[in-house]
Nanobody, 113 residues
Framework: QVQLVESGGGLVQPGGSLKLSCAAT????????MAWYRQAPGGQRELVAS??????NYADPEKGRFTISRDTAKNTVYLEIHNVKPEDTAVYYC????????WGQGTQVTVSS
């Protein structure tokens, strides 16, 4: 069974940057498009960015501040967030882009001065 483990979150000041990682067991990365999602307090889980063999896509208005990448050999997908804003505060998850496997625990990102 595929397991997803997100890491790299934490407390960051507005304007800062951080890089999230998602490691997976199983062969998911070589066969699936992957994505990062986030869920803000009191909100619904939403798509942030996706990556596949065809390239990357970002949900507006995240273009330019978010960079998704992956290392297939390491079964890891990354999300860099630049110029973080308070509204980026959320739990961040990775999963397939559609056809979800069991969700990991996510990684908390808190943007505050």
């Amino acid at each position: 069974q595929v397991q997803l483990v997100e890491s790299g979150g934490g407390l960051v000041q507005p304007g800062g940057s951080l890089k999230l990682s998602c490691a997976a067991t199983g062969d998911i990365f070589r066969t699936s498009a992957m994505a990062w999602y986030r869920q803000a307090p009191g909100g619904q889980r939403e798509l942030v960015a996706s990556i596949s063999s065809h390239g990357t896509n970002y949900a507006d208005p995240e273009k330019g501040r978010f960079t998704i990448s992956r290392d297939t050999a390491k079964n890891t997908v990354y999300l860099e967030i630049h110029n973080v804003k308070p509204e980026d505060t959320a739990v961040y998850y990775c999963n397939r882009f559609g056809g979800f496997v069991p969700w990991g625990q996510g990684t908390q990102v808190t943007v505050s001065s």
